[in-house]
Each structure stands twice: as structure tokens, then as C-alpha cells.
């Protein structure tokens, strides 16, 4: 068992496991760097998610006093956050043949070849990695354009619902990728 | 058009007036003159009586239904009191030898004291503001009182007067109109502001006996009875007077009681400064501020047609020309060629919290409040009208204070300073003339400066006044001025409770001018709100007092919002990093981008040499 009853402990071996650092000769500085910037854009994205939704979801505000300050400051570190673990963790996250069966039987249909079996595995959490990819920019760019006098009311409305339905599908993206890369490193 | 329904239905028939044929053509007025008494006017008369705008207006348009219209109403005891709006700008009761400044109103607005209240009688009021009063409501409101009732018989009442507003001619002087008054010739206040009668004498000084309709000499040659003459060949041939009378008000008819001067710096000349823009777009004041016979003239602020049951309410208020009644079935935006605003870069959260008027209105805001003055507050327009800028009252602006309907509104703002009678926690004003005649003779050494403004009212000098005051009244007698409450401790000396509710401020949102777009708050950048030191959260709003140790104080413009002084003190310092936030933000998705792109291309290959057949 890796999880303790108590939500508080955690097993050691879990964060080894999580972030690859069970063979510890291999460790290095990217290896550190990529661990605390996962672990900085965990912490934001919750704060980001927390100060985002309570107001809106629960007290059915719009974002502002001192949660939207907290938000504005979580924002820029997270942004960078992404953009870094989005150069280190791309080349990690590249699709294989061997990652979707079905794929690799449609190519090798095509192609007339036969390629061994072998499964690379961690599909889907490479999908999610890219879908993530993918949603941070319409989640930052549909705030910080926002803040330039390009667009009028209209758009500033649009741009905050994109903003908010993003931040929505990039939380609920999020926790499955985590999910899976947690599950995948237990598993290995 | 509810009053008008119950008018009517009193019985009263639609008059010629009442109701347009649907022509857009300007009505013609060849009327006769009618004096008060119901018959009709010559110059030969005698004695020639002053034309009465109840029965001469009134033959044709309901004078009944007019008098409840919204400048004429106030007074009214059976109007509902939402009708009354949101709190405008009061009457402003201003004494500087007793340290006197307080807001009155027959209105119910919180803050301001009825005249009773203030000790004074309906006739008092008349003679002080009905310099700036349109005629009706409290100035035909027959006087409970016998001395009173005599003296009506000789000033006669102040009856709406119509031109005042509707008269084009250009020899209309509104300024006689407070003279009269002051004289207390109501009967002629009407006819002596228009272009063809000149009123002479005075009914002040006319004794208790003496009949108007069969005048007679006074014993006292110096002392001139009040009388009227029409100017030759103001007459027609069969009797009748053309009268210029303009449907849509003119501008200069409105500012006679609805000017403003801030004071920026020194005097304000009228040649540096701007009009409103929508004047300057072509638009006039009752483009906006409408009304039909009921004369219930909108006011244009959002939400009024929840007070006001007109179908143009919700049309006239900012949102109504500019963005459109939602709930309009028509398109309704565009009104007057208005154009919709962008409001680019705006998040749409400053609605919320913000009027119209926070960017748009009132003079551009400064590290302090300005001085203010005002048509009605310091009879600007009348004879001898004392000039300085700091003269009483001490009206203070702009001020971003929240509104009634909870946003944040430029506002215009007066420190209440009166002598009361404090009973539990209800203060209420110790009446004028008790107050002059105890508290003047107090303060009579205290030296007042030529420019009319304060003297320096010192600690002792309330101390002795309160002293002076505790016989006249039944309760406690305290002194409220600059937001505090000065009161006799039991040892004797004064206390004083800072901030108390008694002192509290009077405020009232300002309309006008409306700045263009290109001088609104926030057209350079978010600092011209979100900086340390902006006006609109950080600017000093100047306590005004009499009382000496109150001289320079100053309260931040956040104390009259609904907002943490610290956080917006915080906020407006995360507007210092907000370049690099967006520069981070840019470059992070810039890198997102660029990642995605190259992989992407990747992929792309990858495809297009599985199709190639190159793997």
C-alpha cells in the first residue's frame, strides 16, 4: 500500500514513483527542476481553480476583492509553469506507433509492413498531456487579451465565458492526467 | 399618467392643451391675460392687476394635473414616497455667523430635514429659496397660521410660473423673479419676470389692511405699493398678448436653476470651460428630461421608472439611448444618433460596480475635492450675487461615493453643521431663529471673513453656545459640524464623538456635465482608477467645518465606498506588475504555441511520410 488511511501521509515511494525518481543515479537538475515546476503548477492551478470557481459557483459573484487578487497573482506563475513543463515534458509525451493498437494496425494496413507488438503505454495520459497543451492557451490568451483596449464589451463578455468554460474542461483534464500519470508510475 | 388618470377621472375634462393633435408644429400663443380673479386684463384697468399663469395658462392646459409635476410636488402630503426619486439636491440653509449648513427638503431624502424641522415656516422658506423655485407646491399652500393669512391677502401666492421655463423670449429675466419674492410680491413674481410688465413696490411693506384689488396710498410716501404696468403695445387689438411660449424648454431656461461652477483652482470663468457633450451634440436638456402634462419630468438615472410611471423613463436614462432598453420590444438604442459605446479593454465587471456617470461625469477628478457651486445652493443668476469662490455653503465635488443603488457614483456632497436638540439618539435641529438669536449673540465676536465663507468657530465658542442654547431646548443641546457631534460633558467642558450619524455627509449624484469618451476615467490606462494614488479610491474628500481644529482635515474618497481601504490600496499596487503579468502570460503562450506547432509539424511529417512511403 502505497496511500495511509490518514490523507496526510504519503507514502514516500509514491512521489517516486509519480515523478520517475526510483532509480536515483539518474537523477539530475531537469529532473528536480521538472518535479518543483509540476508541483508549482499543481499548487496553482488548485488556487486558480478555488479563487475562480467559489465565487462564481458558489456565491454567484463575479471575481473580485481579494480572491481575484490572489488569482491574478497565481496567474502569471502558472502560465510560466505550463509553458515550462510544456518544453520538458513534450519530447516525453510524443505518440509512438506502438501507443494505440488500432493506429498501428491501420498503418501497417496501409503500408503493407508488419511491426512487432510491442505497447509503448501512457496513451492516454499523452493525449491528456497535449489536450492540456492545448486548452492553456484559449485559457490565457481569453484573459490577458482582455486586458489590451482591442476588444469591446461583447467581446470581453466572450472572452470571460471562454475563459471560464476552459478553466472548467482544463481542471477536469487535469485531474485525469494526473490520475493516469499517478497510475502509470505505480504500475511501473 | 396614473395622476393624470385619477385628475381625470375626478371629473375634470381634457382642456384645449392637454393633449396634442399630433402636429410637430410650434403652437402659436395670441391669448388674453387673465388676472387671478378670472377676468380678463387691459391696460386700461384699474387697478391693473398681474396676469395669473393658473387662469391664464389654465384655460387651456390643466393646471390641476401640472401642479403635481415633479418641480412642483415636492410639498405635496399625499404623493407616494417613492415618487419623490432618489435623494437630489436639497435646499441648503446656510448661516455663517452661527455655523449653520444644513440640507433641507420637503422631500423624504435621507439626510436632508424638513423645513419645520429647521424652523422654517412655509412663507421663511419662500422668501430664502424661492428665488430658484418654479412657483407652485409650498408657495400656494394656504397658511395655517392667521398673521399669515392676512399677509396672503396682500402678497397673493406664488403660483407656478409657466414661464420660467417655457418662455422664448429673450427679454425674460429670471433673476426678477427672487426679487419679488424677496418683497414678497408673489401675486406679480410671475408677470415681472417677462418681457412685457414691469413690477414696481413692495407688499413687505405694505401694512395689514391694505387691499391690492382697490389700492390706496400709504401713509408713508417712501414706501411703494405693489403694481404693474404693461409695456405699450404689449396688447392686440382685441385684447390679446402674444406670448413667446417654447414646448420644448430652451437650455438657458433649465441653467438658470441647474448651473455648476467647480472651482479648480481660484475662480472658474465660464469661457474655459465645456458644456455637456450632448449639448454639444445638438441635444437639449428636455430631449432627455421629458415629460407630458403630468410635467412629471424624468430625471434620467437608471432604475427610475421604478419611481416614475412614464413610458420614456427607462428610454432616457444613459443605458436607454446609448445601449437600448432590454426590455423594449423594438429596438430602442441609438436614440439621438447615440453611439454605442466600446468600452474596449473594460472588464465587464466595472458595470457592476460603476455608473455611467463614475467615468463620464463631473469635472475630471483632482487629489481633492473641489469647491462647488451651484445655481440653487448660491444663487447664481440673481442680483448681487456674491462671487467668491468660498462662499457658503460649502458644497464639495466629485466625490465617488456608493449610490443608492450600491455602485459607485460622482457625487456632490455637503457637510451638515446645525445647533439640535439631541433627544436619545434623534438629533433635531434647534429652529433658525432660536439659533440666531442665542448662538449669533454668542458668536458675534468670532471675526467672518469678507469672502463669506467660515469663521473660526473655537472649542470655547461652542462650549458657550451650547451653554447659551440648553435653556431652549428639551433635550440635550449639541452642535454637529464636519461628520462630528459636540455636546456639554457633565463636568462641563465639550465633548466630542467623531463620526457620529448625525453628521453624516448629504450626498447627491451628479449628472451633468457628461465628459466625451476620450476624457472619460480610464481612457489612458487602468491608473487613471487602479493607481496608488487615484482619485476615485484615494482622493481627499475636504471635511468642512466652522470649527477651527477641523481646518485641513481631509477623509479618503474609499471611506464612502463599500471597499476595503486596504485592498484597494493593494490592488491599485498590483497594477504596477500588471505589464509583466501580461508580458509573462504573452511570452507562456508564445512558448505553448511554438511547442504545439513544432510537434504538431512532427506529426505532420510523420503522416506525410506514412503516406509517402517513407516511414
Partial sequence: MLWDCSPVRIDVSLVESVFDMSEKAKWNVLDILRILVYLAALACCAVLSITGFYPVLIKGEHLSGYPMMLHATCAPVFAACMAALCVMWAGRCCFKRGDCPVVRRLVDWLTGTKESDEQTGGTAQKLFFWVLVALSLPLILSIVLSMFPIFGTGWQEYFLAMHRYVAAAFVIVGAVHMLLLARMRVKS | ?615
Avoid at chain 2, 404623493?79 to 439636491?89: I, K, S, V, W
Avoid at chain 2, 443641546?477 to 453628521?503: F, I, R
Fill in chain 2, 1 to 615: 399618467m396614473v395622476v393624470a388618470f385619477f385628475a381625470r377621472a375626478e371629473g375634470e375634462e381634457k382642456k384645449l392643451g392637454d393633449e396634442s393633435d399630433g402636429s410637430r408644429a410650434h403652437a402659436v400663443h395670441v391669448i388674453p391675460l387673465i388676472n387671478e380673479e378670472g377676468e380678463k386684463i387691459s391696460p386700461d384697468d384699474d387697478p391693473v392687476l398681474p396676469f395669473s399663469t393658473k387662469e391664464t395658462c389654465g384655460d387651456c392646459h390643466s393646471y390641476s394635473i401640472i401642479s403635481r409635476g415633479f418641480h412642483f410636488n415636492a410639498a405635496l402630503a399625499d404623493l407616494a414616497p417613492e415618487a419623490h426619486g432618489r435623494a437630489g439636491q436639497p435646499w441648503i440653509l446656510a448661516d455663517a455667523r452661527t455655523g449653520l449648513q444644513i440640507p433641507i427638503s420637503y422631500r423624504p431624502w435621507p439626510g436632508a430635514f424638513t423645513p419645520e424641522q429647521a424652523g422654517l415656516s412655509p412663507k421663511l422658506f419662500l422668501k430664502i429659496f424661492g428665488r430658484h423655485m418654479p412657483g407652485g407646491g409650498v408657495g400656494e399652500v394656504p397658511s395655517e397660521d392667521p398673521d399669515e393669512i392676512m399677509r396672503a391677502m396682500i402678497s397673493g401666492y406664488l403660483e407656478i410660473n409657466c414661464l420660467a421655463c417655457h418662455d422664448g423670449h429673450p427679454g425674460h429675466n429670471q433673476a426678477e423673479y427672487g426679487g419679488q419674492v424677496m418683497r414678497e410680491n408673489f401675486r406679480w413674481a410671475a408677470a415681472a419676470t417677462s418681457s412685457f410688465a414691469t413690477v414696481t413696490g413692495s407688499a413687505k411693506d405694505m401694512p395689514d389692511t391694505y387691499d391690492p384689488m382697490m389700492p390706496e396710498a400709504p401713509e408713508d410716501p417712501k414706501l411703494v405699493p405693489p403694481g404693474i404696468t404693461y409695456k405699450a403695445g404689449t396688447f392686440g387689438d382685441d385684447g390679446s398678448v402674444q406670448l413667446d411660449i417654447k414646448r420644448e424648454v430652451p437650455n438657458y431656461r433649465c441653467y438658470f436653476c441647474h448651473s455648476n461652477m467647480y472651482i479648480e483652482s481660484g475662480h472658474t470663468e465660464k469661457w474655459t470651460t465645456d458644456e455637456d457633450i450632448h449639448l454639444k451634440a445638438g441635444l437639449t436638456c428636455v430631449d432627455c428630461h421629458r415629460n407630458g402634462i403630468g410635467h412629471n419630468t424624468g430625471r434620467g438615472y437608471d432604475g427610475e421608472s421604478e419611481a416614475l410611471d412614464s413610458p420614456m423613463a427607462a428610454k432616457s436614462s444613459c443605458k436607454g439611448c446609448h445601449l437600448g432598453d432590454e426590455s423594449s420590444e423594438s429596438p430602442s438604442a441609438g436614440r439621438f444618433r447615440a453611439p454605442v459605446p466600446e468600452h474596449r479593454g473594460l472588464p465587464p465587471v466595472h458595470f457592476e460596480k460603476l455608473s455611467c456617470t463614475a467615468c463620464h461625469s463631473g469635472p475630471w477628478p483632482g487629489d481633492k475635492t473641489y469647491l462647488t457651486k451651484t445655481s440653487r445652493a448660491h444663487r447664481l443668476g440673481t442680483v448681487g450675487v456674491n462671487k467668491s469662490p468660498d462662499a457658503l455653503p460649502h458644497v464639495l465635488s466629485p466625490v465617488f461615493a456608493e449610490g443608492e443603488d450600491g455602485k459607485i457614483a460622482p457625487h456632490k456632497l455637503i457637510w451638515p453643521a446645525f445647533w439640535a436638540d439631541m433627544q436619545d439618539a434623534n438629533v433635531v435641529p434647534i429652529g433658525f431663529d432660536t439659533v440666531r438669536a442665542t448662538v449669533g449673540k454668542v458668536m458675534a465676536k468670532v471675526e467672518l471673513p469678507a469672502s463669506g465663507g467660515w469663521g473660526k468657530m473655537s472649542r470655547e465658542n461652542i462650549t458657550a453656545a451650547l451653554k447659551a442654547l440648553a435653556g431652549s431646548v428639551s433635550g440635550k443641546a449639541v452642535y454637529v459640524s464636519g461628520g462630528s457631534l459636540y455636546s456639554l460633558s457633565e463636568s462641563g467642558g465639550l465633548a466630542e464623538q467623531k463620526d457620529h450619524p448625525a453628521g453624516k455627509p448629504y450626498m447627491w449624484p451628479i449628472g451633468h456635465d457628461v465628459r466625451p469618451a476620450a476624457q472619460a476615467l480610464g481612457i489612458r490606462y487602468c491608473t487613471d482608477c487602479h493607481a496608488t494614488d487615484a482619485p476615485l479610491f484615494f482622493g481627499g474628500v475636504a471635511v468642512d467645518s466652522p470649527v477651527d481644529a477641523n481646518e485641513g482635515r481631509v477623509v479618503k474618497m474609499v471611506e464612502f465606498q463599500d471597499v476595503d481601504a486596504t485592498y484597494a490600496k493593494l490592488f491599485a499596487m498590483s497594477f504596477v506588475f500588471r505589464p509583466m503579468l501580461k508580458i509573462v502570460a504573452l511570452l507562456s503562450c508564445a512558448v505553448l504555441g511554438l511547442v504545439l506547432l513544432l510537434y504538431g509539424l512532427r506529426a505532420l511529417k510523420c503522416v506525410v511520410g506514412l503516406f509517402s512511403g517513407q516511414d
